[in-house]
């Protein structure tokens, strides 16, 4: 699969804004985080009760309940976890930086998708599924590869700073790992979604990225297991 170059400056361009707004709303302080996952949140909602119309024409009320568990529960573990670490022995520095979880899922979600599309891109032959034909294997395992390895490496550096040596370094390498897993997982299921509805994007508010669930499929997915995961185990 050939890169686009036209495609890749849009999408290179939106993202750039995507991601500026991200990172305010992520690194300024916990209300911010809180205002960002709130338009977030009621985006996705708006977008999931349109494709519920389309799929299910004058029964799509009842099946828009399903946003509750898809849509809601994982945004309301997200803003737990944002917390988690906060009031537990251990923690040290700026608490607005318990959300340390929520920006390594994010990022390991970035990091996957743009190296799974680009690897893909590169020398991707085999199809992944389906659902989303673009997906190939070569670049799925390629982006979930880079993902574990970046967010392993980088992350341990940065809890360094603002944890004492309590959280063990193997815990980014497996949040990464569940986010590249369960994130593609969510990417085929908003996919499946759209294809029921028929429609290529979930909204156009991100020109080359489509809508707020195109941006956010991965996440509502992957925060449920990071979310067991760090309960459990961390």
Not at 35 to 63: D, N, P, R, S
Not at 92 to 98: E, P, R, S, T, V
């Amino acid at each position: 699969m050939a890169i686009n170059v036209e495609v890749l400056k849009t999408r290179a361009l939106t993202a750039v804004v995507f991601v500026a707004v991200m990172l305010t709303g992520l690194l300024w302080n916990q209300w911010s985080f809180i205002a960002l996952f709130t338009i977030i949140h009621f985006g996705c909602w708006y977008e999931f009760v349109k494709l519920m119309k389309k799929i299910y024409g004058e029964q799509y009320l009842k099946y828009c309940l399903l946003g509750l568990i898809y849509i809601t529960l994982p945004i309301l573990m997200l803003m737990d976890l944002m917390n988690i670490w906060n009031d537990v022995e251990g923690f040290k520095g700026n608490a607005d930086f318990g959300n340390i979880i929520p920006i390594a899922i994010i990022f390991s979600i970035w990091i996957n998708d743009t190296m799974a599309y680009l690897v893909g891109s590169l020398i991707g032959k085999t199809p992944f599924s389906k659902i989303s034909p673009k997906k190939t294997w070569e670049g799925t395992g390629g982006g979930a590869i880079l993902c574990v390895l970046v967010i392993g490496f980088l992350f341990p550096l940065v809890a360094d700073k603002y944890f004492y040596p309590s959280v063990p370094k193997q815990t980014w390498f497996i949040i990464a790992g569940i986010c590249a897993v369960f994130g593609t997982m969510g990417d085929l299921l908003e996919s499946k979604i759209k294809r029921m509805a028929d429609v290529k994007d979930s909204g156009s508010i991100m020109p080359g990225h489509g809508g707020f669930l195109d941006r956010f499929d991965s996440l509502l997915i992957a925060v449920p297991f990071v979310w067991v995961y760090v309960k459990l185990f961390v």
